[in-house]
């Protein structure tokens, strides 16, 4: 029984987690089809601004409780100054060119913010685990988990409905379906799909500044943190299904499920669990569980 409650909870906290690190990187690809390697250096922007901006704030000796407002802004000015900067002045150049490229690209991108991230805040790690310690911990079924894991959960449930909501319950969110699914007519129908790509790309940037950011103070921010990410999130939207916000969920529960199963019941299969997992999901569903549907042009 406790086995079972510390696989469930473990599973939970690393499937939010994933899903929060992923759900950017397959939003951008279900809009502008970009396989964005870039992502995993918005997510450890988003880390590293977190932590440095929590540890100079504990030290004026002001209220924990604020902590949690810089996390989010951290993230949203992250995700809006790289985001917009790289859109603006790289990516809306490599428009409708060949995928391999745009896949350079993004590479060569997640390269120089590697880069970025070491010439502003060097190769020391950083600490802030103010904000996870000060909402201590809760005992269930006598083992003790910190508050701030369910913080982390309930925040992603609270993005995916919000995505979920904003893409088929507003005007805003139909158009962009229709962006997807056919730009030429989207442009003849006199939709600004630039604005679009653009906007899809910051808030892609952003939600994977908030993953690394939230994830802050529960990890040792070091440098290299973006390229373990991004290996991991192609993993949860590969199973998932390209492109699809629902298949990101279920990919990260599944994920996180396999991991914390490996983890509890044989640790040695942790580091290799992910990928048996993926390769079986795709051996039955080649393009992923939800992937989402291409239209044929005649």
Same mark, same amino acid.
Request: proline fraction near 3%; charged fraction near 10%; glycine fraction near 12%.
């Given at each position: 029984?406790? =086995? ?14 994933? @899903?929060?690190? #992923? ?7 279900? !809009? ?16 590293? #601004? ?12 002001? =209220?924990? %409780? ?9 993230? $949203? ?41 070491? $010439? ?26 910190? !508050?701030?894991? @369910? ?11 919000? $995505?979920?909501?904003?893409? =088929? ?8 379906? !229709? ?10 129908? *006199? ?52 492109? #699809? ?5 279920? *990919? %990260?529960?599944?994920?996180? @499920?396999?991991?914390?199963? #490996? ?8 580091? @290799? ?5 993926? %390769? ?8 992923? $569980? ?9």
């Amino acid at each position: 029984m406790l =086995t079972a409650v510390a696989i469930s909870l473990d599973g939970l906290g690393f499937a939010a987690w994933l @899903f929060l690190a #992923s759900v950017g990187l397959t939003l951008i690809y279900g !809009v502008m089809r970009i396989l964005n390697i870039a992502h995993g250096g918005f997510y450890a922007l988003g880390a590293y #601004s977190a932590a440095w901006a929590i540890g100079l704030y504990t030290q004026t000796g002001q =209220t924990i %409780a604020l902590t949690y407002l810089i996390i989010p802004m951290a993230a $949203l000015i992250v995700g809006v100054v790289a985001g917009l900067t790289i859109e603006r002045g790289v990516m809306r150049h490599m428009y409708g060119r060949d995928e391999v490229l745009m896949v350079l690209v993004t590479y060569a991108i997640f390269l120089i913010l590697e880069d970025v991230t070491k $010439l502003i805040w060097g190769t020391d790690s950083y600490i802030a685990y103010q904000p996870a310690y000060w909402l201590g911990t809760i005992e269930i079924f006598g083992i003790p988990y910190t !508050v701030y894991k @369910f913080l982390t959960i309930g925040i992603a449930l609270a993005t995916g409905f919000i $995505l979920w909501w904003g893409l =088929t319950r507003t005007r805003t969110g139909k158009l962009l379906l !229709v962006v997807i699914n056919d730009r030429e007519i989207s442009s003849a129908l *006199g939709i600004n799909v630039t604005l679009f790509f653009t906007a899809t790309f910051v808030i892609g940037a952003t939600l994977g500044a908030l993953g690394g950011a939230l994830t802050a103070p529960e990890i040792s921010v070091v440098p290299g943190i973006g390229a373990e990410i991004i290996v991991m999130a192609f993993a949860v939207i590969v199973i998932g299904g390209m492109g #699809s916000i629902g298949g990101a969920m279920i *990919g %990260a529960l599944i994920v996180g @499920f396999a991991r914390a199963l #490996s983890v509890h019941l044989y640790p040695p299969a942790e580091l @290799f669990s992910i990928y048996i997992v993926m %390769a079986l999901v795709l051996a039955i569903k080649p393009y992923g $569980l939800f992937a989402l549907s291409e239209g044929r042009k005649i």
